[in-house]
């Protein structure tokens, strides 16, 4: 079994930061692309950074230039660095990983998502 667990999440005033974490654990071949959504109340999921194997990174306009994505592929770990954060991008924050699993003898690939952690900005 494969699992995502996030981190970092809480209660933050405009203009603050906060990093997110997403280590992801079990019977894992290799990870390929591995993202970052989120979804404010009433509304639905929506994409905010990816990041390839390789360190490529595109992000959603909502994130250019104040979030940055990056990995740590020794320890399947995905983060989310927020900078100058507003009160729109409140939201439940969920971290997605494309994993090769090795269950016989052939790879399969899957999508996985974390549990979701919880980012609130207000004063």
């Known amino acids: 079994q494969v699992q995502l667990v996030e981190s970092g999440g809480g209660l933050v005033q405009p203009g603050g930061s906060l990093r997110l974490s997403c280590a992801a654990s079990g019977s894992i071949f290799s990870i390929n692309d591995m993202a970052w959504f989120r979804q404010a109340p009433g509304k639905g999921r929506e994409l905010v950074a990816t990041?390839?194997?390789?360190?490529?990174?595109n992000y959603a306009d909502s994130g250019e230039g104040r979030f940055t994505i990056s990995r740590d592929n020794a320890k399947n770990t995905v983060y989310l660095q927020m900078n100058g954060l507003k009160p729109e991008d409140t939201a439940v924050y969920y971290c997605?990983?494309?994993?090769?699993?090795?269950?016989?003898?052939?790879?399969?690939?899957?999508?996985?998502w974390g549990q979701g952690t919880q980012v609130t900005v207000s004063s």
């Open positions: 990041i390839s194997s390789g360190g490529r990174t």
């Open positions: 997605n990983a494309n994993i090769l699993t090795r269950p016989g003898i052939i790879l399969q690939s899957s999508a996985y």
